[in-house]
């Protein structure tokens, strides 16, 4: 997601982390609302970051403190599409 881009979440009641594998959702890690995305390998849930190039995905765990908050529900609106790159 870029800068400018219009998300809508919607806020439900968390179930569990398996149902929102391969999700798109906002959590709460150490008071911060952060987006990401949610994916389990080897049976372990990790928060796989957009800019991967520069942060590792972090391993869902007691140590994060992470609270669901809301699941992406649309992309409103996309701003910057015209700076997107890819490799």
Do not use: C, H, T
């Amino acid at each position: 997601f870029m800068e400018g881009d219009i998300l809508l979440f919607e806020r439900s009641e968390f179930v569990n982390w398996e149902k929102l594998n391969k999700k798109l959702i906002a959590v709460e890690i150490n008071g911060k609302i952060l987006i990401r995305k949610l994916k389990y390998r080897n049976a372990k849930p990790f928060f796989i970051l957009f800019n991967n190039d520069v942060y590792e995905d972090m391993l869902l765990d007691e140590q994060n403190n992470a609270k669901f908050y809301a699941q992406l529900s649309e992309l409103l609106e996309r701003k910057n599409i015209a700076e997107m790159s890819f490799e």
